[in-house]
């Protein structure tokens, strides 16, 4: 069985990049095996003196699912042209752990604009030795005029290119 962990970038449940990592999880066949990571905020400020072969429990915890994962998905948002700190931080958590090197990685970046914060993923990832292929990578600019009242994506055009994005994806893994 294939294993998916996906991964917002926003703490907030209901978030719409929460909502797409569920619209994208409602899409994957049964014989994958399909998690959102809601852990995001337990993990603590990258300290490199912890950064050793015994770090804090929930950064443990992260690592060995990125490890069991085949691929990962991330949605994230944008804050003030950047990627959301939190995000960052567990990203740099990542770095000595080898986590994400060689993981097929799908990027998706929804936000009101995104553009900053989807080219510093891109930076990130490829310092961390993922593998995102372009087909893989989706930037969704305006993202709240594009969802309906209940957090689902209702335009059609940004339904297709996350079908996309994750038929790519898929082919990766």
């Not at 995000?87 to 995104?114: C, H, Q, R, Y």
Request: glycine content about 8%.
């Amino acid at each position: 069985m294939k294993r998916i962990l996906a991964i917002p970038g926003s703490l907030r449940a209901g978030s719409t990049n929460h909502n797409i990592l569920k619209y994208l999880g409602a899409l994957v066949s049964a014989d994958v095996d399909y998690s959102i990571y809601n852990n995001l905020a337990l993990i603590p400020p990258f300290d490199p003196g912890n950064d050793d072969d015994y770090p804090p429990e929930p950064v443990f915890e992260l690592r060995e699912l990125l490890k069991q994962a085949d691929g990962i998905i991330i949605c994230t948002p944008e804050y003030a042209f950047g990627v959301p700190g939190q995000l960052k931080n567990m990203l740099d958590w990542t770095v000595s752990s080898g986590s994400f090197s060689e993981k097929p990685v799908a990027l998706i970046t929804a936000s009101l604009g995104g553009e900053a914060a989807h080219a510093a993923m891109l930076l990130i990832l490829g310092a961390l030795n993922a593998q995102v292929a372009d087909g893989a990578k989706l930037n969704i600019s305006f993202i709240r005029s594009k969802m309906d009242g209940k957090g689902n994506v209702a335009d059609n055009d940004t339904l297709q290119s996350l079908n996309v994005v994750l038929e790519t994806f898929l082919s990766r893994i």
